[in-house]
């Protein structure tokens, strides 16, 4: 089974939790994820099956889109719902219009703080582990862009939001930072992803939905040639398609740098890179399979 699900993660659990299930529901070992998601959150977890886990190297620095609700009045030390306060309880009157000059103040690229129990490794630890153990890593901030950030609605000490971020940015620093640009104190009370580049909420299915679907035979499995759509598909002959299998270069009528290639019978057979003017060099090759598993669906 090669391909792409878009799951919507339940709260409660992580993402490799998550993958855990997948596996278990579609009964494939070779599952991987794009994205985490904490577990509080919910949404758009996109998952990568068989020989599309390799496709994962092309995905590192998607946009993500969100939505939630940051709560006022107090910080906690993982700077969402699920972490103990970090300074006194205030009841803040929020004001429209001051909190969306503060947002417009933190849309852009800018330098943002890792929360502490992030999943961020110092000397190769994990920065949670080290917290958790009383010993407070020291993070360094890293460069993210935030695309937009849109104010919808305010309701008691409770901001809901829209957001689209850099790959690497955490919404929870970001509802922390707000709090403490306010004075008063934030966290992210709820958070749910819905996109990750291309992939939508709209694509994505439940667990539970998914092993109804496992049953019936209807596995909405994005088919491996319709992922990476930035990059153009060339389709090979068979000479060309067998060479570039064997990690060759090949022939390419195409001016980009990184492209798709197809064998005669329409599949992905190789991620390839130009390495001359007229020629790709492939940089992930996979194995060619003609027949798809009867249990699913390919996606078009």
Same mark, same amino acid.
């Given at each position: 089974?090669? !391909?792409a699900?878009?799951?919507?993660?339940?709260?409660?659990?992580?993402?490799?939790?998550?993958?855990?299930?997948?596996?278990?529901?579609? !009964?494939?070992r070779?599952?991987?994820?794009?994205?985490?998601?904490?577990?509080? +959150?919910t949404?758009?977890?996109?998952?990568?099956?068989?020989?599309a886990?390799?496709?994962?190297? %092309?995905?590192?620095?998607?946009?993500?889109?969100?939505q939630?609700?940051?709560? %006022?009045g107090?910080?906690?030390?993982?700077?969402?719902?699920t972490?103990?306060?970090?300074?006194? /309880?205030q009841?803040? /009157?929020?004001?429209?219009?001051?909190?969306?000059?503060?947002?417009?103040?933190?849309? $852009?690229?800018?330098?943002?703080?890792? #929360?502490?129990?992030?999943a961020? &490794?110092?000397?190769?630890?994990?920065a949670?582990?080290?917290?958790?153990? !009383?010993?407070a890593?020291?993070l360094?901030?890293?460069?993210?862009?935030?695309?937009?950030?849109?104010?919808?609605?305010?309701?008691?000490d409770? +901001?809901?939001?829209?957001?689209?971020?850099?790959? !690497? *940015?955490?919404?929870r620093?970001?509802?922390?930072?707000?709090?403490?640009?306010? $004075?008063?104190?934030?966290?992210?009370?709820?958070?749910?992803?819905?996109?990750v580049?291309?992939?939508?909420?709209?694509?994505?299915?439940?667990?539970?939905?998914?092993r109804?679907? &496992?049953?019936?035979?209807?596995? #909405?499995?994005?088919a491996?040639?319709?992922?990476?759509?930035?990059?153009?598909? /060339?389709?090979?002959?068979?000479?060309?398609? *067998?060479?570039?299998?064997?990690g060759?270069?090949?022939?390419?009528?195409?001016?980009?740098?990184? /492209? &798709?290639?197809?064998?005669?019978? $329409?599949?992905?057979?190789?991620?390839?890179?130009?390495?001359?003017?007229?020629?790709?060099? #492939?940089v992930?090759?996979?194995?060619?399979?003609?027949? *798809?598993?009867?249990?699913?669906?390919?996606? +078009?």
């Amino acid at each position: 089974m090669n !391909g792409a699900i878009v799951l919507d993660k339940p709260e409660g659990i992580t993402s490799h939790s998550a993958v855990v299930q997948a596996r278990r529901i579609l !009964g494939e070992r070779r599952i991987g994820h794009i994205g985490t998601l904490d577990p509080f +959150a919910t949404g758009v977890l996109v998952l990568l099956l068989g020989q599309a886990t390799r496709l994962a190297r %092309f995905y590192k620095d998607r946009v993500k889109s969100y939505q939630g609700t940051i709560r %006022f009045g107090f910080a906690t030390d993982t700077y969402d719902r699920t972490g103990t306060p970090t300074s006194p /309880v205030q009841q803040p /009157v929020l004001d429209s219009n001051t909190l969306q000059r503060v947002f417009s103040e933190f849309t $852009g690229a800018q330098l943002q703080q890792p #929360p502490p129990i992030s999943a961020k &490794k110092v000397a190769g630890v994990p920065a949670y582990r080290l917290t958790r153990k !009383g010993h407070a890593p020291q993070l360094s901030a890293v460069q993210v862009n935030i695309h937009e950030l849109e104010l919808l609605s305010v309701s008691g000490d409770c +901001a809901a939001f829209r957001a689209r971020v850099s790959s !690497g *940015t955490y919404v929870r620093s970001l509802a922390h930072d707000i709090g403490q640009r306010l $004075g008063c104190g934030a966290h992210l009370q709820s958070l749910r992803r819905t996109a990750v580049g291309e992939f939508t909420l709209t694509q994505a299915v439940t667990l539970e939905e998914l092993r109804s679907m &496992k049953v019936s035979g209807t596995i #909405p499995v994005i088919a491996m040639e319709l992922l990476l759509a930035e990059f153009p598909s /060339v389709d090979l002959g068979h000479q060309a398609a *067998t060479s570039a299998m064997h990690g060759n270069s090949v022939p390419v009528d195409c001016s980009d740098s990184t /492209v &798709k290639l197809l064998n005669p019978s $329409g599949e992905l057979i190789a991620i390839a890179e130009r390495d001359s003017p007229n020629t790709c060099h #492939p940089v992930v090759v996979f194995q060619s399979s003609s027949v *798809t598993p009867a249990n699913t669906k390919q996606l +078009a």
